[in-house]
């Protein structure tokens, strides 16, 4: 009895303090949506990128915490005065965890593959100004493109366009095998994906060991986790309503940061209604974006007036183009035919910000006399009724890619829009290099899809972040879809 | 022969109300019940606010005269929406009610005078809907056709048929098998007059009992329904809602689950004492066992 007893004692002491080691070097994150499957390179959920993006995988360039273009797995460029041809020298002595070395030959494969026909990559748009890539030898890499591309170092950051090896490409869905300071150790699917620090890495090594990200796709079990420490950080923490709570207790501090998520009310310019320019300025003069902030988001948000990010430099508020004013709302639609009323599906996909955005959009829009039905519907089958056959009139959605607006360029994109005011402007916009004639041709953008009021522009995504006391080197901010763990450290 | 049978169900009536100013769990119960039922239809003509018009500006405030419970995250009056979620609660218990009685009844009706075929296929084809949990059954049934109120008040429904089929047949049995059932196949009453007029008012004790449980649980699978998003929609109110809403504001809106919560418990609550009241007031071997007054 006495030896059991003493055993559990030593069994006691002995798991508190391997608990105390553990939280000095390992940190667990919480994240909203399990990835399908972790290759950056053949998907476009953000919760790929997520887990993998720079901790697994690094791409030529790499994107900063404040959205800067750093060196990656590309040491030094040169750009020709034409703006045409990037010359990129790779760094010495990088290895894939398999233990296979990184070369020129590993990029020409993996922006060959990404360019294919039958490429599976979500983000093709990026790829489509190169015109070709060529290995002069093992340590450099000159890429030529059709015409000058303004954004096209900060586009090879992007998580869809991270290097990848021939020999353990197809089997990255479930073994991702990239450069980076971490490598992948282990997913429970459902519930859990891990990493650990790869020892061999080229660069200043990780200063975790093991890095874990949960899921946890319910607001209310967030919290709880949080608050019994199976978490220490939430880096977008989906219930803002929570966050005062967080604030309040000194385990934890609340890091409120930005996103390049542009929460917009999207409308099928294609519906009979919303063709009508008329409808759709209604539709803009019936929001009221303040109360939507304050209503569905608990006061967390910025108004936007366009489709574009308040924190770029770029940036044209135009918030006031369109004044909250129901009568205006009112005559724009009696003009437009629709004085009796009108009546509109609203499909939304399972976030807080679209579903209790919804209700309050839906309670604004019936004001001026326009008729909601509200369907709340899975990702899934938001992906394939609204995304891909467009089967829908409004939707509530966050565009949380960097500098995304180019979709309003796209033909077939779920908007349905087509201006060739806006693509000439676009055009203009890719080839200028210039500084000065950038900013004004990406304000020139977002007036023209201001006036056209194609979609309802609501407020850009704050970012939420809940993080235990003592956690530092994290990003506050989410210039791109990251969760970088690489500087992060217990103080 | 079929006057007895009358005359048995009146006095067996006129006695039941005197024992019941006696039975508290009964009276209890009713009260709570008819309560609930006043209020749902109250609901349909007056709330004190409008419960599809937000006010943001005034979200999340307390108790006040002008709200005297409160409002919630939109600002709506939350008096207002549990007024609208009863009645809400009550459409989908009458309905789901209704149509487990008006398809199980006279399901189990026929099986029990038609033995056969086709009455064993409607009892194994009951047995058959047993084994699925209710529940599990509306969840699937909500997430095939799409959720909302009209498809949760059907998969809901759909469970009590069987529970009614079964019962109606289990009391059934023994009624066809009765003295004056027989005497009146012998002398050539229809079969629908006997149904109606002889077997009907001997098995209708059961079936209210049964009832109001099953009326119960619909609110209670509606209330889960709704919780799940697969019941009511935005922008109706429903209680299961309003709990699913204030599942995350639980830290510093607890009213917000907590009324609603109640709403959910005391109608439950009420229904089943109502249940438990009037299995007692006319169960007549309960009755006997329990040594009330014969009638």
Not at chain 1, 419 to 446: C, H, M, W
Not at chain 2, 171 to 176: A, F, G, H, Y
């Amino acid at each position: 009895m006495k030896t059991k007893l003493f055993a559990a004692a030593f069994l006691a002491a002995g798991l508190g303090m391997s608990g105390q080691v553990a939280a000095k070097d390992s940190l667990t994150l919480g994240i909203g949506l399990e990835p399908p499957h972790l290759d950056p390179t053949a998907g476009a959920a953000a919760a790929i990128d997520e887990v993998v993006y720079q901790n697994v995988f690094e791409g030529l360039t790499r994107i900063g915490p404040d959205g800067a273009v750093l060196p990656g797995l590309a040491k030094e460029w040169t750009v020709s005065n034409d703006g045409l041809t990037y010359s990129f020298a790779l760094r010495d002595g990088v290895k894939f965890h398999d233990g296979t070395a990184f070369d020129s030959a590993d990029v020409l494969f993996s922006i060959n593959r990404a360019m294919a026909e039958d490429s599976t990559n979500a983000q093709k748009g990026l790829f489509e100004p190169i015109a070709k890539v060529e290995a002069p030898n093992a340590q450099t890499v000159t890429i030529t493109l059709k015409r000058p591309t303004g954004h096209f170092l900060f586009n090879l950051g992007w998580g869809d366009v991270v290097m990848v090896a021939s020999e353990s490409a197809d089997t990255n869905k479930t073994k991702p095998v990239g450069t980076g300071p971490f490598t992948f150790d282990r997913w429970s699917k459902g519930s859990e994906i891990r990493l650990k620090r790869n020892d061999a890495y080229w660069g200043n090594a990780a200063k975790l060991v093991k890095v874990s990200f949960k899921v946890m796709p319910d607001a209310a079990s967030s919290a709880a986790a949080l608050m019994s420490g199976d978490i220490d950080v939430f880096p977008n923490f989906g219930a803002p309503e929570l966050l005062e709570q967080f604030r309040a207790d000194p385990r934890f501090e609340v890091v409120v940061g930005t996103t390049e998520g542009e929460t917009i009310l999207s409308m099928n310019n294609t519906n009979k209604a919303l063709s009508d320019i008329r409808v759709r300025r209604a539709i803009a003069h019936a929001i009221n974006r303040q109360a939507i902030i304050d209503g569905a988001m608990f006061g967390s948000g910025t108004p936007i007036g366009s489709h574009f990010a308040p924190h770029h430099p770029a940036y044209v508020d135009l918030t006031s183009m369109y004044p909250h004013d129901q009568a205006k709302a009112k005559a724009l639609l009696a003009e437009a035919g629709y004085a009796s009323g009108l009546k509109l599906r609203l499909t939304l996909p399972p976030p807080s910000y679209a579903r209790r955005g919804g209700e309050v959009i839906a309670a604004q829009l019936a004001a001026v006399g326009i008729e909601t039905e509200i369907i709340p519907v899975e990702w899934a089958q938001w992906l394939k009724q609204v995304f891909k056959t467009t089967d829908y009139d409004l939707t509530i959605v966050s565009h949380t890619e960097p500098f995304d607006i180019g979709i309003y360029a796209r033909d077939s994109y779920y908007f349905n829009y087509k201006s060739d005011r806006f693509n000439k402007v676009y055009a203009d916009l890719t080839e200028a290099v210039d500084p000065a004639k950038r900013k004004a041709l990406i304000g020139e953008a977002q007036k023209v899809l201001a006036e056209d009021s194609v979609n309802g522009f609501l407020f850009e995504l704050a970012q939420n972040g809940v993080w235990k006391k003592g956690i530092k080197g994290l990003w506050a901010n989410r210039p791109i879809q990251a969760n970088d763990v690489t500087a992060a450290y217990w103080e | 022969m079929s006057d007895i049978a009358t005359i048995g169900s009146i006095r067996q009536r006129t006695g039941f109300w005197r024992r019941a100013i006696r039975h508290p769990g009964f009276l209890i119960g009713g009260a709570i019940s008819l309560s609930v039922l006043l209020i749902a239809a109250l609901a349909l003509i007056w709330t004190p606010y409008p419960v599809t018009v937000l006010n943001i500006a005034e979200k999340l405030s307390a108790a006040s005269i002008a709200h005297p419970l409160g409002t919630d995250h939109f600002g709506r009056d939350i008096l207002s929406m549990l007024m609208v979620g009863a009645g809400n609660s009550v459409a989908v218990g009458l309905v789901a009610v209704g149509l487990g009685i008006g398809l199980g009844g006279p399901l189990g009706l026929l099986s029990a005078m038609r033995p056969g075929l086709i009455s064993e296929a409607v009892m194994r084809a009951s047995d058959l809907a047993f084994a699925f949990p209710a529940l599990l059954t509306a969840v699937m049934i909500t997430a095939i056709y799409g959720p909302g109120t009209m498809n949760s008040i059907i998969a809901i429904g759909i469970f009590n048929v069987p529970v009614f089929a079964r019962l109606t047949r289990g009391v059934s049995l023994s009624v066809w098998e009765m003295e004056y059932v027989t005497a009146a196949r012998a002398v050539g009453v229809p079969p629908l007059q006997i149904a109606l007029r002889h077997m009907l008012p001997n098995i209708a004790s059961p079936l209210i009992v049964q009832a109001t449980i099953q009326f119960a649980l619909a609110i209670l699978a509606e209330a889960g329904l709704s919780y799940l998003g697969l019941g009511t929609q935005p922008p109706q109110p429903s209680w299961g809602k309003m709990l699913h809403e204030a599942q995350t504001m639980l830290y510093f809106a607890p009213m917000l689950a907590i009324l609603p919560g109640i709403c959910i418990a005391v109608t439950v609550l009420g229904l089943n004492l109502l249940g438990d009241g009037l299995r007692d007031l006319l169960d007549p071997k309960l009755r006997r066992a329990a040594k009330l007054p014969k009638t």
